[in-house]
């Protein structure tokens, strides 16, 4: 793939010669179509890993805050509409043993497929909470639009399902989001009513 790429840059470049317009704008399709595909071979590779338990994690002591500013700052543009993302977050640090690049990408894959699927506003919030559960403390990350964040943020487990990670449009970038986030001892769930409406991700606290 990335063979097949790097010709089409040396076509659009015009190493072999002028490019009419109409082949310009061919091969500038191939090109994103390259690297659509290999994005994809780069997911698959990672799910095999997280799958096949073969995947390395550089764990140590991260920030969740300061991860989760770091995967909304770097969420692609929509290309048809604008949704802000806005983060709410318990004063204090909220600090994880992880893998820091690891789970900014799952964090970042989750936001970013219900940004693009929100519908009924232009505004999605993230909302993380500091909660007890039984003797120990978790990170609860609420993430939905603001008629539906606060309840997401008081939810108790009975009312939440299971994630759908097959959703259309998103590729294997929410698979390999829930393995990593099951890997860190986390669970990701979905409202039961409305699957699509929002998502809460736990994550065990470290202090």
């Known amino acids: 793939m990335t063979v097949v790429a790097g010709y089409i840059r040396m076509l659009l470049k015009e190493r072999a010669g002028p490019v009419p317009d109409q082949q310009r704008r061919l091969l500038?399709?191939?090109?994103?179509?390259?690297?659509?595909?290999?994005?994809?071979?780069?997911?698959?590779?990672?799910?095999?890993?997280?799958?096949?338990?073969?995947?390395?994690f550089n764990r140590a002591s991260v920030d969740l805050n300061s991860l989760l500013s770091e995967a909304i700052t770097g969420l692609p543009e929509l290309p048809d509409r604008d949704v802000r993302v806005e983060l709410d977050t318990d004063e204090g640090s909220a600090t994880l043993q992880g893998d820091a690049?690891?789970?900014?990408?799952?964090?970042?894959?989750?936001?970013?497929?219900?940004?693009?699927?929100?519908?009924?506003?232009?505004?999605?919030?993230?909302?993380?909470?500091?909660?007890?559960?039984?003797?120990?403390?978790?990170?609860?990350?609420?993430?939905?639009?603001?008629?539906?964040?606060?309840?997401?943020?008081?939810?108790?487990?009975?009312?939440?399902?299971t994630f759908d990670e097959w959703r259309g449009g998103c590729g294997l970038s929410l698979p390999v989001a829930r393995r990593i986030i099951n890997a860190h001892g986390g669970t990701i769930w979905s409202p039961v009513e409305e699957s699509k409406a929002g998502a809460v991700i736990a994550l065990p606290r470290a202090t």
């Open 28 to 56: 500038e399709e191939a090109e994103k179509s390259c690297a659509r595909l290999s994005a994809l071979l780069g997911e698959v590779s990672e799910l095999s890993a997280l799958e096949g338990g073969t995947a390395t």
């Open 101 to 161: 690049t690891r789970l900014r990408l799952a964090l970042s894959s989750v936001i970013a497929a219900l940004r693009r699927e929100l519908i009924t506003s232009d505004r999605l919030c993230v909302h993380q909470r500091i909660r007890q559960n039984g003797a120990d403390r978790i990170a609860w990350i609420a993430i939905a639009d603001p008629d539906r964040v606060g309840a997401l943020s008081s939810a108790a487990e009975s009312s939440l399902t």
